[in-house]
């Protein structure tokens, strides 16, 4: 038997990146994460405990014990599309990093897909993990870790090249999250590695949004690092952070 998946929270929003943004999902955020980003606003430690939304949209959250079974998780989303018909476009599997629990959701997938294409949320660090379930995915958002900005304690360039090799083939997506300190040269090495893959991928600049609201980039840097890459690739786009701006979930 696989090991259980642990959620921390399943709710339904707008997505507010990268290229899915504006499409309403369903949101199952994941527990437990292999990195320890600077710029992360989630907490993704382990609990028995997972916040469900009441009403799809409402904000309102009950309290669950888990492990959840797949049976439950399944009922949940056809309850809320009957609730609100048409309106998700999709499920996003974010985290935390949902790759941790490959093995078991390489089992979910297929059931969870009879009823909403599955978005993948990742930092793109974990190819073989990828391997398992990437036939079950429609699309892939792929975070790559700047040095400026996430502030990981190692250079992860080698890992995000082997993910988006593996990635390739998939309906895939780059996204970045750039600050006033992120420098040419990380833009350079992020277009050196989609370049490598296939240099239609599209790249998309975040810039970086603080505790207080405000975004930590001036208009005129991050200008300035869209003209680097779009120099290099021919789709790249600057998105901030839709659900922060909207004061949604």
């Not at 599955?118 to 870790?145: C, F, P, W």
Request: hydrophobic content about 40%; overall charge negative.
């Amino acid at each position: 038997m696989s090991d259980p998946v642990y959620i921390s929270e399943i709710f339904s929003s707008i997505q507010g990146e990268g290229m899915l943004a504006g499409r309403r999902q369903i949101f199952v955020r994941l527990m437990e994460c292999n990195l320890d980003c600077r710029y992360c606003d989630t907490d993704f430690a382990k609990s028995d405990i997972c916040r469900l939304e009441s009403k799809p949209g409402s904000g309102s959250f009950l309290n669950l014990p888990q492990p959840l079974p797949l049976n439950k998780i399944t009922s949940l989303f056809d309850d809320w599309r009957l609730q609100l018909p048409g309106a998700h476009h999709s499920v996003s599997f974010t985290g935390g990093e949902p790759l941790l629990y490959a093995e078991t959701l390489t089992e979910w997938f297929p059931e969870i897909r009879k009823s909403l294409p599955i978005h993948l949320e990742t930092n793109g660090t974990m190819h073989l993990a990828l391997r398992h379930v990437k036939q079950h995915l429609d699309y892939i958002s792929m975070d790559m870790k700047l040095p400026s900005t996430a502030g990981c304690k190692e250079y992860l360039w080698d890992q995000h090249a082997l993910f988006l090799h593996e990635a390739h083939g998939s309906n895939v997506s780059v996204k970045i999250v750039v600050g006033e300190s992120t420098p040419d040269s990380e833009i350079q090495q992020v277009c050196d590695i989609i370049s490598e893959v296939d240099e239609a991928l599209p790249l998309f600049l975040q810039p970086m949004s603080l505790p207080d609201g405000t975004v930590g980039i001036a208009a005129a840097h991050i200008l300035h690092l869209q003209e680097i890459a779009s120099s290099r690739l021919p789709d790249v786009r600057v998105i901030p952070q839709m659900h922060n701006m909207l004061g949604a979930l």
